[in-house]
């Protein structure tokens, strides 16, 4: 903790959005800021003053998750199209486009060392996709409900997910199962993340809770309700001793996880708080939500430098050793409710000179993966382009609830019969349906899966035989120069 604490103050605010904003995440080099949008575009704002700011066009549903490669070279969105983008943050506005979900892909991570993209998607399904040959690798199916959330571990060995059954689950990306199941939730878990040292998850709930896990013992050790209605993000600074979570109850919370207390309450959204992330030094954060408006904040917590954060991850190669006292106090696990101590800031945004920035709006796709959807037309009905639909903003539900409402963070939702037009007497018919795709997804997985071990195999073989050729033609040539020398 910085030795003079000073509050966080509003730095900034970027208005180029035209609905909710959903998701948000800072470049590597802290000199831009990615946004995604129920609008269907993507937003890079260069932070320099009077710089100006990129507008991606290219999804054709809302992008519910953003996130930039560990070098910056690349910015990877997921949307409600059922499809990732690969962007290239520039003007020149390039993009690569991943089709293999069969229903809305609710986010998406690069690993640390850039190598992969994991995804979540409400076909019940995490799956792995390598960026360099623009592959599918392998899909990891235990959800039994929509996945809401996936992120890799620091060091890419595991991968951590959630969603609307209620659990979170842990994964071991060499053997592909699932290692760990985390429940006791009073309804949909909304988000998960590892903390920078990759000892703990932080889990958040619809049922107004953040939960803290530390994974090499399995024991929960944290538990908040500090806000009044369900939580649908979160950032841990790359400290790992505090932690932000942005609320449907229009607030911000800033959690001092050393000293297991709320220490900030953050104002300046009008509606639900969608999206909150740290930079990559921690010096920033930003928020957006349901009001359309991107806030920058500063912080006052001690910086990192994130080169090495990520060689430190590198170099990770051994198991952890038993906790640490100081890895995250306390460490029994008990309820931490809102404390009428903390700080309440209503902020005023302390940049005035700097105006709404020219907004440049590109877009070209330059490649398209192979679509594997055998049936989209059974599932588009879930994905229809929020700006149709008269949404409403509501409490969680009770499961059988949510299986006639479909909800968007920050509780948002619609009736599926008004949302496809469908009678509800076929309701159970399409959802037997539905199942059977489900089923036939994890087939195309499998299968998809085993094509890629042996497209690598062939490829193993085939340089393996151009090496004896190589060495065959040197042997020959080298009889040849000695039936020369003895003539």
């Not at 506005?93 to 640390?112: D, L, N, Y």
């Not at 039994?144 to 609307?164: I, K, M, Q, Y």
């Not at 001793?241 to 220490?263: A, C, Q, V, W």
């Not at 299986?403 to 159970?428: A, F, K, V, W, Y």
Request: charged share 20%; glycine share 6%; proline share 4%.
């Amino acid at each position: 903790m910085a030795s003079v604490m000073e509050d966080p103050t509003l730095e900034r605010h970027f208005k180029g959005h035209k609905d909710v904003v959903s998701c948000a995440d800072f470049s590597p080099n802290n000199k831009q800021l990615a946004t995604g949008s129920c609008d269907k575009n993507l937003m890079i704002w260069n932070l320099t003053p009077k710089a100006r700011a990129f507008r991606f066009v290219g999804h054709t549903d809302i992008i519910t998750g953003v996130h930039f490669s560990p070098n910056g070279s690349l910015v990877a969105s997921s949307s409600r199209d059922q499809t990732v983008r690969l962007w290239t943050p520039s003007i020149k506005g390039e993009s690569t486009v991943f089709k293999a979900h069969t229903a809305s892909v609710r986010s998406v991570q690069f690993s640390s060392d850039g190598q992969r993209l994991v995804t979540a998607s409400d076909d019940k399904s995490v799956k792995v996709w390598g960026v360099e040959r623009k592959k599918f690798l392998y899909s990891l199916n235990r959800h039994t409900n929509w996945v809401r959330c996936a992120r890799f571990s620091p060091d890419g060995r595991l991968v951590a997910s959630c969603g609307d059954d209620r659990t979170v689950r842990l994964w071991d990306t060499s053997s592909r199962q699932c290692i760990n199941i985390f429940t006791d939730y009073g309804g949909s878990a909304t988000f998960v993340d590892f903390n920078s040292s990759g000892t703990c998850i932080a889990s958040s709930g619809a049922d107004n809770t953040l939960k803290i896990w530390d994974i090499r013992t399995n024991k929960l050790i944290q538990h908040y309700i500090v806000h009044s209605a369900g939580v649908n993000c979160f950032s841990f600074h790359p400290s790992g001793n505090y932690l932000i979570s942005g609320s449907s109850d229009s607030t911000m919370k800033i959690l001092d996880l050393l000293e297991g207390r709320l220490i900030y309450t953050l104002h300046g959204h009008k509606g639900p708080v969608l999206a909150v992330a740290f930079s990559r030094d921690g010096d920033l954060f930003a928020s957006g939500g349901a009001d359309s408006q991107v806030l920058m904040w500063k912080t006052n917590f001690d910086s990192l430098n994130y080169k090495v954060l990520l060689s430190r991850h590198r170099k990770r190669v051994t198991p952890d050793p038993p906790p640490h006292l100081m890895d995250i106090y306390p460490r029994s696990h008990h309820r931490h409710s809102a404390q009428n101590g903390t700080v309440e800031i209503h902020p005023i945004v302390a940049d005035t000179q700097s105006g709404d920035p020219q907004v440049v709006e590109v877009g070209r796709v330059l490649f398209s993966t192979a679509d594997v959807r055998s049936h989209d037309s059974a599932t588009s009905r879930r994905d229809q382009p929020i700006s149709s639909l008269g949404w409403t903003h509501t409490r969680p539900r009770e499961e059988e609830d949510e299986d006639q409402h479909e909800r968007l963070p920050g509780g948002m939702t619609t009736s599926r019969e008004e949302h496809s037009g469908i009678p509800s007497s076929l309701n159970s018919t399409l959802e037997n349906i539905v199942q059977q795709l489900d089923i036939l997804t994890q087939t195309v997985a499998v299968l998809e899966e085993r094509l890629t071990l042996t497209e690598d195999k062939l490829r193993t073989c085939l340089d393996n035989q151009v090496l004896l050729l190589q060495q065959t033609q040197q042997i020959d040539g080298s009889d040849q120069e000695a039936e020369g020398q003895s003539l």
